[in-house]
């Protein structure tokens, strides 16, 4: 087994919550999230990167590594992203520390928070968190293995925000879905 599928597994029986899922996302999935993203996009952030699939998706695009950063809270997770991706800044703390830390004018915050196995209020102050840093026009993608976005149409109501469905991404362990969330 490739050492970063067993790192992934062990942190799952460590912290199956946190995690989520016992194998990271797919190449196609990354190459799905990262789609509109290229050398000249501006700012993004990832929100729990694990050991990185989407971040290398997201690099692929051409996307200069200094726009990116990293908000990951497994500290082994952390430690392995800062050594495989010397030239991005790697924060191992919650997403919701965004607010206060990260400028506001980001262009895109991908998501690959297992928001499905997190209560309803704490989706929902991830969700806010990332709009409090995303500029006007920004976007919030975010896979789930649902058939629904993460938030209720109440809780999108309150945030003023709409989802349109992405993209399915059959060649994923499970299969995906992509939402992207935007203001409405
Ligand atoms: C389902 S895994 C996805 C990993 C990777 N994005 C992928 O697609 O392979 C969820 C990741 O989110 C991280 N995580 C969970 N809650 C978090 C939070 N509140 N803030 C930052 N990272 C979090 C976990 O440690 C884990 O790395």
Redesign the pocket.
């Known amino acids: 087994m490739p050492k970063e599928t067993a790192l992934?597994l062990r942190?799952f029986v460590t912290?199956p919550l946190?995690?989520?899922?016992v194998?990271?996302?797919s190449r196609w999935?990354?190459r799905a999230m990262a789609q509109g993203l290229g050398p000249n996009s501006g700012r993004v952030v990832?929100?729990?990167?694990?050991?990185?699939?989407?971040t290398s998706g997201i690099l692929e695009t051409g996307l200069p590594p200094e726009n990116l950063s990293l908000?990951?809270?497994?500290p082994s997770?952390a430690k392995l992203l800062k050594k495989k991706f010397p030239n991005i800044t790697v924060h191992n703390?919650?997403?919701?520390s965004v607010v206060g830390n990260v400028e506001p004018g980001v262009e895109v915050v991908i998501s690959?928070?297992?928001l499905l196995s997190?209560p309803m209020a704490?989706r929902e102050s991830?969700v806010k968190a990332a709009f409090e840093i995303l500029r006007p026009d920004g976007r919030y993608v975010q896979?789930t293995y649902g058939a629904k976005p993460a938030l209720s149409a109440e809780q999108l109501d309150r945030l003023g925000l709409k989802v349109i469905a992405g993209p399915k991404v059959w060649l994923n362990i499970p299969p995906a879905r992509i939402f992207i969330f935007q203001r409405a």
């Open positions: 992934f942190q912290n946190q995690v989520a899922s194998v990271p996302s999935l990354a990832e929100f729990g990167p694990g050991t990185g699939v989407l908000y990951e809270m497994s997770f703390a919650p997403a919701q690959g928070l297992p997190m704490v991830i896979f």
